[in-house]
């Protein structure tokens, strides 16, 4: 339909100038070869300079450009756009869910604000030995597939129960994390930090849909690590049974 | 934000204002947030999204675990021999021997190292590392976290900075430092990235830890935000850089996108061809060939691109061959570069060759500081610290890398020089240090450039121009550098100023306003790029990174120095590199070889 063009379609909104947010859209020549999404923007934004998104390693590292891309959230610098084009066409969206700044650009105060509820530190107020904690390799073992997040945000913008409730449910990217300090063996708060996500919503909400596993761009599974803390906090609510004598 | 007036513009007062939210910059404000000081860390980027999210190797320093016998002194004696010693011996002994200090720190703070089966820190082995002094053999001494150590070691630093319930203006981008009447800094004028409200942050003291500015160059391994912003304001307010001739190298980038190759794959059998299929190494190397030093390999194959052999539609870049290795060795022995080659440079290497440049990795040079971070200017061939002015990190230089760093010695340092800057802030303020207020009109020279910005109405693509610079940087301050190619590169970068000057921003509008920050990061790499170029014509000799064809050989009579580079005279000076460690004798200079 668009022979050697490629039709872009972008999500604009400049709060100053735009009541509503709407799609814009840009045809171009299609690259010669291969590029990557975040490639594409750049190409978008030296013929239109008012377009924002944010970047910054462009190596999938740094997390600065999760958007929606064809309708699944994903990295800009580490999407071919020859694994999203359908028809000559690409759909590019804000990540969902959250509050827009300006055309891809959300306001992430709520995912990070979820992610400092969950104390995402070391907490082990023993005197420190002069040289390093020791921890064996199977222990470290333990936080492989949970510290490498780079808190994109993919995953809890795209999970049903966090757009419900942002507010109240932890989501997927901040309870990784929270398993991340609760796996690890130096961290001596395990029965403090399971309280904190005792209640109906922080660990609760969610309900196994898998969203956030499909779209990590670091192959990681937050959904996995949800069900380890749920069997923990089953857990520890059979062992206060048990202590309590009843 | 149109024309902004002083009095228009929020005031927010701070003890600490610490520019840069990387490693460095959030290790000083760990250590100002715990003293009960008014910090604020003002960041561009959210602070896990800084560069040194993206250090792979590790962080080398002699914490004796894979080597009991380890020594910090093997580990000086390493460094001072890598920065072809100008490394300043005072610096470098105080990076080498409170490193295990800093490291140890980082564990405690949850840092999630990888592990020997004793439970110590895991340790691998880097370039240019030996025991005893050069004599005892390869060391493994680079403390790592799998291959995502930098990620491992912002993010913890992160964390601790929440737990310590630090400061944060992120997304927040400081355009210049203001200074009173008696060239004091004050602090910065900057504005919020999200709604461009503009403010004067004052503070008792500033520091620059806003890392490097690889993307001067077409082809780096740094981020896109690597502009050298810190870097650029203090030249702006007429302060000196030290030692910009000296940029880092890596051979093996891959072309158009800059990801890092790594050299293993040459250690496993590949090599370099140009766009004859010729394996012209063996033209520069006849002996060790394609693993010759990282410096001799990446000034061949600019001379092969100069000589118009180079490969592609612009020539303008070599092949590393690999595919002769066969599936099997690659898969087994290089999944990752494979995955990355086909990501990034969209070849398979089991079949085609993979498309590399000489790519710009680090910045060794920067603001000059003192080991505790306190930056200088020189007066009379004399050092003066400028009250209210500090630098850690990549955009200083302390000096311990001289011309040329050790791998994993770029962690080391922003760790032990943002503590030891937070540590020195914390004493001075509490002791009554401080600096004067400015002025109004003080505050109005430092709206200047954002003001002309706004109010432009036509002038240059700030796109446009920041191609020409960063193809200009390329061309004539690469790896490889000869006094009538740079001559042509300074008419160029003279021709570019008008133009840097004179940019249009068409978009004016205040919400997340990228296309501004583009158009001042763009000014700043203009300045940390004409102090590159006016150092690098002045060094008349070679020396590590810095490879001169018409003057091959290192000078020490000459140049066993610094070079100061004044932004308001555009002229270079020396100044001597320090031989007076504390606790050990010097090491004097020697014949560099591997």
Not at chain 2, 11 to 37: C, N, P, T
């Amino acid at each position: 339909m668009f022979g050697n063009k490629l039709k872009v379609s972008l999500y604009r909104y400049n709060p100053e100038e735009d009541k509503f947010p709407y799609m814009k859209n840009y045809v171009i020549d299609k690259p010669e070869r291969d590029i990557m999404v975040l490639d594409l923007l750049h190409l978008l934004k030296e013929e239109d300079q008012s377009i924002s998104y944010r970047r910054s390693c462009r190596e999938g590292v740094c997390g600065s450009d999760g958007m929606n891309i064809n309708g699944k959230n994903g990295l800009a610098c580490i999407t071919p756009i020859s694994s999203v084009i359908k028809r000559n066409k690409i759909e590019l969206r804000p990540l969902p869910g959250l509050p827009v700044i300006r055309d891809l650009v959300v306001d992430m105060t709520e995912f990070y604000a979820q992610y400092e509820k969950i104390k995402p530190f070391l907490q082990n107020e023993t005197t420190a030995p002069e040289q390093e904690r020791l921890q064996s390799p199977e222990e470290r073992d333990k936080l492989d597939g949970l510290y490498e997040c780079i808190l994109c945000a993919c995953c809890s913008t795209s999970c049903p129960s966090f757009w419900w409730n942002p507010d109240k449910f932890v989501g997927p990217a901040a309870l990784l994390q929270a398993y991340r300090f609760l796996a690890d063996s130096r961290d001596l708060k395990t029965q403090e930090r399971l309280e904190d996500l005792s209640d109906p919503f922080s660990v609760y909400r969610c309900h196994g849909i898998m969203n956030c596993v499909n779209v990590c761009p670091k192959g990681l599974n937050p959904n996995k690590a949800i069900g380890e803390i749920k069997s923990m906090l089953h857990k520890n609510k059979k062992d206060i049974i048990v202590s309590d004598g009843v | 934000m149109n024309n902004i007036f002083t009095n228009s513009i929020k005031k927010i007062e701070f003890d600490a204002l610490i520019v840069g939210g990387g490693g460095s910059g959030m290790r000083a404000s760990l250590e100002l947030a715990k003293s009960g000081l008014k910090t604020a860390v003002v960041s561009k980027v959210f602070p896990t999204r800084s560069h040194t999210v993206s250090a792979q190797g590790g962080i080398t320093c002699a914490i004796a675990s894979a080597d009991p016998n380890d020594d910090w002194r093997w580990h000086m004696y390493d460094t001072v021999k890598g920065a072809d010693f100008i490394g300043d011996q005072d610096a470098i002994e105080y990076l080498c021997s409170e490193g295990p200090k800093a490291v140890f720190e980082l564990e405690h703070m949850g840092l999630p190292f990888s592990r020997f089966e004793n439970g110590r820190i895991y340790q691998r082995p880097f370039g240019g590392q030996s025991k005893d002094f050069g004599k005892g053999g390869q060391a493994a001494r680079t403390c790592a976290a799998a291959d995502r150590t930098g990620h491992a070691l912002l993010h913890t630093l992160y964390q601790n900075n929440v737990k310590e319930g630090a400061n944060f203006l992120n997304e927040w981008f400081a355009v210049d430092l203001v200074k009173n009447s008696k060239d004091e800094v004050t602090g910065v004028i900057a504005f919020s990235i999200e709604n461009g409200e503009v403010a004067y942050l004052k503070a008792q003291a500033t520091v620059l830890a806003t890392g490097g500015a690889g993307r001067i160059y077409a082809s780096t391994t740094n981020a896109l935000i690597n502009t050298g912003d810190g870097l650029a304001m203090a030249l702006r307010a007429g302060f000196p850089a030290q030692d910009m001739e000296m940029w880092q190298f890596h051979p093996t980038g891959i072309y158009g996108a800059g990801s890092l190759v790594t050299e293993g794959c040459r250690g496993e059998g590949g090599f370099l061809i140009n766009k004859d299929g010729e394996r012209f190494m063996e033209r520069y190397a006849p002996n060790v060939k394609d693993l010759a030093g990282r410096d001799v390999v990446a000034r061949s194959m600019v001379l092969e691109i100069l000589e118009g052999r180079g490969c592609g539609e612009k020539n303008d870049h070599i092949y590393l061959k690999l595919d002769h290795l066969g599936a099997e060795v690659l898969n087994s022995k290089l999944p990752g570069i494979c995955e990355l080659s086909r990501t990034f440079a969209h070849v398979d290497p089991i079949y085609e060759p993979i498309p590399v440049v000489p790519t710009c990795h680090y910045m060794m040079g920067g603001t000059p500081t003192n080991i505790s971070g306190q930056a200088f200017t020189r007066i009379n061939d004399e050092d003066h610290l400028i009250p209210g002015l500090f630098s850690a990190g990549e955009a200083a230089c302390v000096s311990v890398h001289g011309a040329n760093r050790l791998g994993g010695n770029s962690l080391l340092d922003l760790v032990v020089f943002g503590r030891a800057t937070g540590k020195h802030i914390q004493s001075e303020l509490k002791s009554g240090g401080g600096v004067d207020s400015a002025t109004k009109s003080d505050i109005e020279k430092s709206l200047e450039r954002l003001n002309i910005l706004n109010d432009s109405s036509n002038g240059h693509d700030p796109a446009d121009v920041k191609k020409e610079l960063q193809e200009c940087m390329q061309n004539y301050f690469g790896v490889f550098r000869r006094g009538e190619f740079m001559k042509k590169g300074l008419d160029q970068l003279n021709e570019l100023k008008e133009k840097v000057d004179n940019l249009h921003l068409k978009d004016k509008s205040d919400a997340f306003n990228t296309s501004r920050v583009e158009a001042i990061e763009l000014q700043n790499l203009f300045e940390v790029a004409e102090s590159t170029a006016i150092s690098a014509y002045q060094r008349t000799e070679s020396r590590g990174a810095h490879a001169r064809d018409d003057y091959p050989d290192r000078d020490d009579e000459n140049w066993l120095c610094h070079t100061i580079y004044d932004p308001v005279s555009k002229k270079v000076s020396k100044r001597g590199v320090n031989f007076e460690p504390n606790k050990v004798e010097a090491f004097p200079p020697k014949v560099r070889t591997y």
